[in-house]
């Protein structure tokens, strides 16, 4: 889809020549997901009707005052409402809701002038890393349709890495946008937690969540960004914070920078082929003036234990609403409340994210919850330092996204702890809350690594200078998947 | 520790789920996975370490308590499995 190779100010350009049509944006759009969706599966709701109808309101209305993300075509994940646009969190439970508002970030990309083509699959309830947990249909990687996109946000990573929309919205809990963005070879950015509001975005673990872009190359995140981040007096955990000017960040220039490079996540593990990768890039990076050096975050080996016990624990606690009484498909003729309670629930829910509510539950409950749940808020704080040490050094924390390249659908599905330790690069860095993007960092056996690239608190205007430095010494972010 | 099938039954009873016999078997075996896994936290000393709920400095997030536009019935009631008389209705909860 050459249209959408184009980079946003060249789109911008032809549109403000008018040379190009909003109208013309979305049907390309659409047209694409057309002749590639059936192979891939990334969307699951599409509306046709309401993006024509926004690209003809954008086009008849257009004057001289244009949106940040004008005329841009776009997916959201589907765990973010939309009102009036289906919004299922790929869950059985939810296949019939009909928001009633819309998520502060749609109303957002509704003021940046995007047009929404669609919602995205997903993992269950943003509960996987493969798409495999979809209760509608398993989404396929681009670059390999026997392999998984990753997840949660794969249909919003394998959507942008198809061409089949401009930019996407994902959310990001232990890695659910850097991991799927590492493996379709796409850029993606978890912001720090607390800048973009969570409002309408359908809660798994609060204390983690965090709505970011997924994008080809670095500049459309930081204008993505730019247009969804701001504090939102209706998200009570939203940071009153003034936000900059993100693209005035991208220089070019990464030079005096000082880098860590976590050796723990160079180690046992990791494949040799993405380390090599990574190596390559540093190399770049001491290229353009930047200087690294190996560090550790001695607490990183009990990251996936922690996250696992807190991120479940408060899912537990979120997903009570469910209860089949205000929303959602409720089971068929209960004999009681409580009938009508666990079989709407038992029904409604796929398996993995069952297995998530009976951990939580079961660290939560009355004798267990300071063995656990306390335990892992406890060590959150040991590792949430050890990033905050590194801070006071180093400008940027560097290392792989991902241990390895997109595996293949089916290879861990019965073996949930081995899926766990995917998340091994992602989930420190959610627990300690700061920034990270993935940026592509090159192929191994032809499939997409990704580097990831960790910034101090709010300061993301860093991790895109750097991020985009690196991809103006590289052609990765260009790559494609061959699709026919 | 590990958790038995009644230990399965007793939690899925809190979470307020139904679980065939099968399900209660392989839940059982893969919390204790997980949870054998999750002992690791164990070989860290976190005698006097806070807890940390979530990484900002936020507590008590306060507005003022002015009365503000509330949530139309209609909408309120859109995505209602059973509604009648504007209400949410739900089987008799006692006899």
């Known amino acids: ?484 | 520790m590990s958790i038995t099938v009644k230990d399965v039954e007793h939690v899925a009873n809190l979470a307020r789920l139904t679980l065939s016999e099968a399900e209660k078997e392989q839940f059982a075996g893969q919390l204790n996975a997980i949870l054998k896994y999750a002992e690791k936290l164990n070989g860290l000393d976190t005698t006097g370490i806070e807890p940390t709920s979530h990484v900002l400095p936020l507590a008590n997030v306060m507005r003022d308590d002015e009365p503000r536009e509330s949530l139309p019935l209609e909408k309120a009631l859109r995505n209602a499995p059973d509604e009648e008389d504007g209400q949410f209705k739900v089987p008799a909860v006692l006899e």
Not at chain 1, 48 to 76: C, T
Not at chain 1, 152 to 159: E, I, K
Not at chain 1, 395 to 404: E, N, R
């Open chain 1, 1 to 484: 889809m050459s249209l959408f190779n184009l980079r946003l100010s060249e789109v911008h350009n032809r549109l403000h020549h008018r040379d190009l049509s909003v109208a013309e944006l979305v049907e390309a759009s659409l047209a694409r997901i057309g002749e590639t969706d059936g192979d891939i599966g990334a969307f699951l709701t599409l509306d046709e009707a309401g993006a024509r109808a926004q690209a003809k309101a954008l086009d008849d209305a257009a004057g001289p005052e244009r949106g940040l993300l004008f005329g841009l075509p776009a997916g959201i994940k589907d765990n973010i409402v939309t009102e009036g646009l289906r919004t299922t969190c790929a869950s059985q439970f939810l296949s019939n809701y009909d928001p009633i508002y819309d998520a502060t970030v749609v109303q957002k990309l509704k003021d940046a002038q995007s047009v929404t083509v669609g919602k995205l699959n997903m993992d269950e309830f943003a509960m996987g890393g493969s798409n495999e947990n979809s209760s509608f249909h398993v989404t396929r990687n681009p670059w390999d349709k026997d392999r998984v996109p990753g997840g949660s946000s794969g249909g919003s990573a394998a959507s942008v890495a198809a061409g089949q929309v401009y930019f996407s919205l994902g959310s990001d809990t232990g890695g659910s946008i850097r991991q799927p963005a590492a493996y379709c070879g796409i850029v993606g950015l978890k912001p720090t937690y607390g800048l973009v509001s969570r409002y309408g975005l359908v809660a798994f673990a609060s204390s983690l969540d965090q709505i970011g872009p997924l994008t080809k190359n670095v500049e459309d995140a930081a204008y993505v960004l730019q247009a969804i981040a701001g504090h939102d007096p209706r998200d009570t955990t939203s940071a009153n914070v003034s936000i900059p000017d993100y693209a005035s960040a991208l220089t070019g220039d990464a030079k005096g920078l000082k880098i860590g490079v976590p050796k723990e996540y160079l180690g046992e593990g990791i494949d040799p082929q993405v380390k090599a990768r990574v190596m390559e890039a540093l190399r770049v990076f001491e290229s353009m003036g930047a200087v690294w050096e190996e560090i550790s975050l001695p607490h990183t080996d009990y990251a996936i234990a922690t996250y696992y016990l807190l991120a479940s624990s408060e899912a537990s606690s979120n997903l009570a609403r469910f209860d089949g009484v205000r929303y959602g498909v409720r089971a068929d003729n209960p004999d009681n409340l409580l009938e009508l309670y666990k079989r709407s629930r038992s029904e409604g829910f796929g398996p993995e994210v069952k297995r998530r509510i009976m951990l939580g539950t079961y660290a939560l409950s009355s004798g267990y919850y300071d063995a656990y749940y306390k335990k892992a808020q406890q060590v959150r704080t040991l590792i949430k330092r050890d990033f905050d040490q590194a801070f006071e050094k180093y400008d940027l924390i560097i290392g792989p996204t991902a241990p390895t390249t997109a595996f293949r659908i089916g290879e861990q599905v019965g073996d949930p702890l081995t899926m766990y330790l995917n998340d091994i690069c992602t989930i420190p860095v959610s627990l300690a809350g700061v920034p990270a993007i993935s940026v592509p960092c090159g192929l191994a056996d032809g499939l997409p690594v990704g580097l990831q690239i960790i910034g101090k608190p709010f300061d993301e205007s860093t991790v895109l200078r750097a991020a985009h430095a690196y991809e103006g010494q590289t052609e990765h972010h260009q790559l494609r998947p061959a699709l026919t």
